[in-house]
């Protein structure tokens, strides 16, 4: 299960700093109250940007892996949230203008045939949502749970 590593650096930055070693999991996010073996279980690295790792726990009782993934970073997609967001307004701007996604797909990814270009930027039920449009909800849903599991963290 990936969960946010709330940082303000950039993908490149992250790497640089060797930030996942800064990451941390006071609690395990299944049982706060502790006694399930949770423990820090490594890093995994990611492709893009190279160098990249992510930083990673495991819940032994909940059979169940936690990582944490930066803000600069997308999730289930390779590269940066940055990369993402552009190819998004590239689509979006060409759709506007007229054209249909199967153009744009040819013209951001024109190294690769049509059905491989259309899997990243294809909408689903054909609408085209920017990322931070999704991000912004999403994080003020996550913060008060994320708040909420350390609060019930014990200590030892």
């Not at 967001?85 to 690769?112: C, L, M, N």
């Amino acid at each position: 299960m990936q969960l946010r590593h709330q940082t303000a650096l950039t993908s490149e930055d992250y790497v640089r700093q060797e930030y996942w070693r800064q990451a941390s999991l006071d609690c395990c996010p299944l049982h706060p109250r502790g006694g399930c073996g949770f423990a820090r279980h490594g890093t995994y690295p990611r492709v893009e940007p190279p160098g990249t790792q992510i930083s990673r726990w495991y819940c032994p009782t909940g059979h169940t892996t936690f990582s944490l993934l930066p803000d600069c970073l997308a999730s289930q997609l390779s590269g940066s949230l940055d990369e993402v967001e552009q190819v998004v307004a590239i689509v979006e701007a060409k759709v506007a203008a007229g054209e249909s996604i199967e153009k744009a797909a040819e013209e951001i990814r024109p190294d690769i045939e049509l059905p491989g270009a259309m899997l990243p930027p294809r909408p689903e039920e054909g609408k085209l949502h920017r990322l931070s449009d999704i991000s912004a909800p999403v994080s003020q849903f996550m913060a008060p749970i994320a708040l909420h599991l350390c609060d019930d963290c014990e200590t030892s």
